[in-house]
């Protein structure tokens, strides 16, 4: 970050309205005046002023110097390489087109409830009960299905214990910006907090601890990243999947994507709808999302490749490191090489080097693919 006082009006300009903005509400929970809120209603996801000062884009405490916000962002300024050498001590290089890593695994869980409820193996579970009965964290912001589950809407939320897990599992795709259960985490008394996000809120801890973000960045102790190429707006249920197949959101048990957009229903029905029939729905959010392989997460997990019960696993960090040697050594997990699907590591770098190309002109250089 640059030395001068950077504020509310220069994040309002750069990120929220120039289309940079992925709505990860790392700026909500870092503003330390709460004065800015969050606009999830009609595909919107994106942080607002709600102080009555000015307009939007004006903020009384930013004018007295405040930085919080700006310190949160990780699209705003040189984040990428700022966070790279925060967590890597160095940039990456023009061939690590997914980022840094230390390891690339594939592994599931052993415990057959997680394995059962869990997304591609249930790996993210294993990892969050794992850290919380070994008194690595206290909780986790994760996301949750509103009410019933019948909506299919994700909404944040905090897993203290294995109920919590179980009840989070699954993929969604749609948005739920998880960081917004944080209030709710240190109100229940958590000091140490994983994230568990797309590949977008993946990079706030980093970002918060490099810039010096204050206790919200110390607190986030773990971040656990999804691979995340798009989400969709939650319209796309009524308008595509009710509209054209007939498939109504309550009537849906699962869902995943593997090249196309899979559907299991409660009475054991199973469809697929094309994903090029998908794009007209996704999030405004999403569109210059450079991001895939969540680089910067201590550990990156995808369900990719030809396995559907293993989760393609991107060990980054020494934490992250740590925690799977853990969790296999207590027996938690069955890990076997990366290279028994070269298939898996083959699209995550393709998808990762597509999403690159969305990074705009306008914007700094990184993340814009380098050259060899």
């Not at 052993?110 to 919380?132: F, K, M, N, W």
């Not at 293993?310 to 490191?321: A, F």
Request: charged share 25%; proline share 5%.
């Amino acid at each position: 970050m640059p030395p001068e006082k950077l504020s509310w009006k220069h994040l309002y300009d750069e990120v929220v309205t120039s289309g940079l903005c992925t709505g990860c509400a790392g700026c909500v929970i870092a503003c330390p005046h709460d004065v800015l809120g969050y606009d999830d209603l009609n595909g919107v996801y994106k942080p607002l002023q709600t102080e009555d000062f000015g307009g939007p884009g004006d903020c009384s405490h930013g004018d007295k110097s405040c930085t919080s916000c700006t310190r949160a962002c990780p699209r705003f300024r040189a984040w990428e390489p700022e966070i790279d050498g925060f967590l890597f001590g160095r940039a990456r290089q023009a061939e690590e087109v997914s980022g840094i890593y230390k390891d690339v695994v594939l592994a599931r869980a052993t415990d057959p409830v997680l394995h059962e409820v869990g997304q591609d193996g249930g790996l993210v579970s294993a990892i969050l009960l794992y850290c919380l009965e070994n008194d690595i964290i206290d909780a986790a912001l994760v996301s949750y299905l509103e009410g019933d589950g019948s909506t299919w809407k994700a909404i944040p939320g905090v897993a203290r214990n294995k109920e919590d897990i179980i009840a989070s599992a699954g993929s969604r795709y749609t948005y739920s910006a998880n960081t917004l259960a944080y209030t709710e985490a240190i109100e229940s008394g958590a000091e140490r907090i994983a994230l568990v996000g797309m590949s977008c809120q993946s990079s706030i801890p980093p970002v918060m601890k490099q810039r010096k973000a204050g206790k919200v960045a110390r607190r986030l102790a773990l971040s656990i990243g999804l691979l995340c190429s798009k989400t969709f707006d939650d319209a796309i249920f009524e308008e595509l999947f009710e509209a054209k197949y007939g498939l109504k959101r309550a009537d849906m048990r699962k869902m995943n994507i593997k090249g196309v957009f899979q559907i299991w229903m409660h009475n054991g029905d199973y469809h697929e709808v094309p994903l090029k029939e998908c794009h007209a729905w996704t999030r405004e959010g999403c569109k210059l999302c450079p991001d895939f392989a969540a680089e910067h997460a201590d550990i990156s997990t995808g369900g990719i490749g030809a396995f559907n019960d293993w989760t393609l696993t991107i060990v980054r960090t020494e934490i992250g490191r740590e925690i799977m040697a853990g969790l296999q050594d207590a027996g938690w997990i069955e890990v076997r090489p990366g290279d028994d699907d070269p298939g898996a590591i083959a699209l995550m770098h393709k998808l990762a080097a597509k999403s690159r190309k969305r990074w705009p002109e306008f914007a700094v250089d990184a993340p814009r693919l380098l050259t060899t």
